[in-house]
């Protein structure tokens, strides 16, 4: 019987500890505040759809869909590039807002090289 009561008395302050705050999902990256933006030779892959990197690039080695995300990547003997692309806050086809580029073996490479490299394929 003490333990039920001890339960109850319990009850409220659990019930307390709850939280009614709601969360938010962050917003998502702009292809304008992207600082890779201004960075010269990269032009060509900023703000870019998946279809004008496949006509720049050819057919990706993976494409991975993670709504609202999704990443495509480009190799050569050169070099590896991801290409994160995103929808705008008002919906649309995902535009890149991001790239990473590195070796096969995981070294770090130049993005403007790499690009060029990829083009050049």
Do not use: W
């Amino acid at each position: 019987m003490k333990a039920k009561f001890l339960i109850l008395l319990s009850l409220p302050g659990l019930a307390a500890c709850a939280s009614t705050t709601t969360t938010t999902r962050p917003g998502l990256p702009a292809v304008a505040a992207s600082p890779l933006n201004s960075v010269a030779g990269l032009d060509i892959v900023m703000g870019k759809t998946a279809s004008q990197l496949t006509r720049l690039f050819g057919d990706p080695q993976l494409d991975i869909s993670e709504p609202p995300a999704r990443k495509l990547q480009f190799a050569s003997g050169a070099c590896i590039m991801d290409a994160y692309l995103y929808p705008s806050e008002s919906g649309g086809e995902g535009r890149v807002t991001h790239i990473d580029t590195r070796r096969s073996d995981g070294a770090e490479v130049d993005r403007v090289s790499c690009v060029n490299a990829l083009r050049l394929r």
